[in-house]
Every structure is written in structure tokens, then in C-alpha cells.
């Protein structure tokens, strides 16, 4: 008779084994190689962000901007109302998208 802490314990197991069909196993199929893409040469991109009041809101943006694949500067400036980054221009959506998801807006 199993206990019912062996009985998790394999039901727990069973799942990394090879599945078996009738006499033969069958072996989980690994997923496709996935390539990573290739970015294009960084370029000087400018924001107009409104919202920004510190130099918390400063840190926050180059704070979520600079861990976007990519991205090789990033400055803030809320008295100037404007963010200047470097980084490959097809990363411009989600630049934008981490800096309103912060709360601030962007125009222009």
C-alpha cells in the first residue's frame, strides 16, 4: 500500500519520464531553435515626455529604457520636458511603450 506522500512524490516524477506508448517511448520533441534577431546601428532618437517633475521621474524612465535590448544611452531631463536615447531604430515602440506604461506621456 502507498503512502500518500510517496503517491505525490510520483505523481510528481512521472511527468520528466518519457512518455510510454505500448512498447516503445516516446521522447518530449525539443522546441525550434529560435535566432535571435539582429538590431540595426543605434541612433539619436528624442522624446517630449510630459509628467516627469523629479529626479525620481528622471531615474525611473532611463531606469526601464536602458534595459531595452539595444539601448546604449539614455538621458532624462525634467526641466527640459525630453528624453534623448541611443538605440536601434526598430526598438523606437518599445521605448515608447516603457515610458507610458511609467505614467508619463509623450507627445509630438
Sequence with gaps: MRTPALAVTTALLLPMAAVSCGERAVAPTPSAAVEPVKLSEPVPMHFTVKG?????????ICGKVEKIEGVTSVKASHAAESVDVVAPPEQRKAIEAAI????????G
Excluded: N, Q
Design 52 to 60: 516627469m517633475h523629479c529626479d525620481g521621474c528622471e531615474g525611473a
Design 100 to 107: 507610458t506604461r511609467l505614467g508619463y506621456k509623450l507627445e
